[in-house]
């Protein structure tokens, strides 16, 4: 199998398979948490009695769904479609101006302000108007 546009958007591809794995992880947990522990699923097919594991059923289907999600990013990295449009959001990403660490706290500071100030103006007002609303209902 040849890659597509090979040496082109490896990070972006490696992450797109990265999030693959992850999902497999998440998906092969589901799977082995949605066989109960009476199944016959969860019955002991071989053991590795000098580590302390016990192989069933429920762990090769867990693991054939995490291979399938591999499987799945590989070939979803690699078709053309895809593959381009992970080169050029890589591409993109690379033109972002980042900002500093002085300009990012600065930047941090005046949105926990404004936030304070908008919290403070929005509990104010609404304390007088609950006490506007209770004086026109008691008149």
């Not at 546009?5 to 999902?23: D, H, P, T, Y």
């Not at 990013?73 to 053309?80: F, R, V």
């Not at 919290?119 to 004086?135: R, W």
Request: charge should be neutral.
């Amino acid at each position: 199998m040849e890659i597509f546009r090979k040496g082109q958007g490896n990070v972006a591809r490696i992450s797109a398979i990265a999030f693959m794995a992850l999902i497999g992880v998440l998906l092969a947990g589901w799977s082995d948490t949605l066989i109960s522990d009476e199944s016959v699923l969860r019955n002991r097919l071989f053991g590795l009695d000098f580590v302390g594991i016990s192989v069933s059923w429920a762990h090769i289907i867990a693991a054939a769904v995490f291979c399938i999600c591999i499987i799945a990013g590989l070939a979803m990295a690699n078709t053309p479609k895809v593959a381009t449009f992970l080169i050029d959001t890589e591409s993109e990403v690379k033109k972002v101006s980042w900002s500093t660490y002085k300009e990012l706290m600065s930047s941090t500071g005046v949105v926990i302000m404004a936030s304070f100030f908008v919290a403070l103006f929005v509990g104010v007002a609404d304390l007088l108007i609950s006490k506007l609303i209770h004086l026109l209902i008691h008149l």
